[in-house]
């Protein structure tokens, strides 16, 4: 598998973005929602929530992982962080010594996500397929005061089209413009968007016939629409490449990029160190 990265640096779009963007496919994903951190799956949710990979990561960064000064530490949101890529990107968030704010789509993953991840600051709940849960989980994040920084990475793949819509592209708009700008947002999109098509027909009448292509495509043009029209703060969209999570895997247990690689850039871009 080819891998190939873009990078659209801020100064030379002048829109204040950076998209990192790599290829490979993104497999359907297949999974309960509602798993335990151990019991019926392995540690973190192998098996369950989490690919044996996520969870073989989760324990690298338990074990690995050291905290920066207090000086250097954010106060951050991951959305969609109970499992796969966030639930990495908070955990090293974490053990790097920032305050992390989880999000869940409901309380036992809520539950989950507090036992695997222990020090959470807090975890917020909300469903993001119901676009009226959503604007309630803009209002309690909200009531929890400013973040430095949002990972929008909740996302859908392999479920009906309008989970996949509402999920991947009218979600991280609703909460984008109802939540009090962070300095950072980092938009999760998907090489998948080169051949989507923006169908903004769709979305003006509330029609739901998009793919995943579609909504990543939607999402990572609404990153740079954010750039453009909040000059302060910083806008990123990161596509991770196609790796081994639950929805990596959801085709079957192959995915050809690098998992730590599929995480830390939204753990670099968090931490705004350069
Ligand atoms: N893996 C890849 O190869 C790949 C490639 C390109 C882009 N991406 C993008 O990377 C991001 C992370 O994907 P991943 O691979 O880490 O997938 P994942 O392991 O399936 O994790 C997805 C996360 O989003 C949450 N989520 C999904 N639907 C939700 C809903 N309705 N309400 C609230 N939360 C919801 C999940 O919650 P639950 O744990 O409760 O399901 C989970 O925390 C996504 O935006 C995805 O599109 C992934």
Redesign the pocket.
């Not at 490979?24 to 497999?27: L, S, V, Y």
């Not at 959305?79 to 990495?88: E, I, R, V």
């Given at each position: 598998m080819t891998r190939r990265t873009l990078l659209f640096s801020a100064a030379a779009l002048g829109m204040g973005t950076l998209a990192a963007c790599?290829t490979?496919?993104?497999?359907s994903?297949a999974?309960t929602?509602?798993g335990p951190a151990s019991g019926g799956g392995g540690s973190f949710?192998a098996g369950d929530?989490?690919?044996q990979e996520?969870a073989d990561e989760l324990g690298y960064i338990q074990e690995n992982v050291r905290p920066l000064p207090s000086k250097d530490t954010r106060r951050v949101l991951v959305?969609?962080?109970?499992?796969?890529?966030?639930?990495?990107t908070a955990a090293h968030l974490l053990a790097r010594g920032h305050r992390v704010v989880a999000?869940?789509?409901?309380e036992q993953?809520a539950a989950?996500?507090r036992r695997d991840l222990p020090g959470l600051e807090a975890v917020v709940t909300?469903?993001?397929?119901?676009l009226g849960?959503t604007r309630r989980l803009a209002a309690r994040i909200n009531d929890l005061g400013a973040f430095d920084v949002i990972v929008?990475?909740?996302?859908?793949?392999g479920?009906g089209n309008e989970?996949i819509l509402?999920?991947?592209s009218p979600?991280p708009y609703l909460l984008t413009s109802l939540v009090d700008p962070p300095r950072q947002s980092v938009y999760?999109?998907?090489?998948?968007h080169l051949g989507g098509d923006l169908k903004l027909g769709e979305l003006r009448e509330g029609g739901t016939d998009v793919t995943?292509g579609d909504s990543?495509l939607q999402i990572l043009t609404f990153a740079m629409a954010v750039a453009r029209r909040r000059p302060g703060p910083r806008v990123n969209a990161v596509?991770?490449?196609?790796?081994?999570?639950?929805?990596?895997?959801?085709n079957g247990p192959y995915?050809p990029?690098d998992l730590r690689a599929?995480?830390q850039t939204q753990v670099w871009l968090a931490e705004g160190t350069e």
């Open positions: 790599s490979g496919q993104t497999a994903r999974r929602g509602t949710g929530y989490n690919t996520v959305a969609g962080s109970t499992g796969g890529l966030g639930q990495l999000h869940a789509r409901n993953r989950d996500v909300g469903d993001l397929k119901d849960e929008h990475n909740a996302g859908d793949y479920v989970e509402n999920v991947n979600s999760l999109t998907s090489d998948l995943y990543k596509a991770p490449g196609w790796v081994p999570t639950m929805m990596g895997f959801a995915a990029d599929g995480y």
